[in-house]
């Protein structure tokens, strides 16, 4: 369960900065500017997932190994 949420952490890590590169710097990559229900709202969106990540970061840390 640890590994799992690291890596669902480490993927909303990498969507979260992928976004908001593709908001600021215009790199086409990242799946939050390809939903369409988004549209408006990509900043938002990416600290959203950037606040996820963070979060099951600190829910792996708190679990056993295992």
């Known amino acids: 369960m640890k590994q799992f ?3 669902a952490g480490f993927i909303a890590l990498v ?4 976004g908001l590169l593709h908001e600021f710097t215009d790199v ?7 939903l369409g ?11 959203a997932l950037l606040v996820l990540s963070f979060a099951l970061f600190a829910a792996a840390q708190s679990r056993k190994s295992g």
């Open 15 to 18: 969507q979260g900065v992928a």
């Open 28 to 34: 086409h990559w990242g799946l939050v500017q390809k």
């Open 37 to 47: 229900f988004l549209d408006g709202y990509e900043i938002y969106a990416s600290v």
């Open 5 to 7: 949420l690291e890596i």
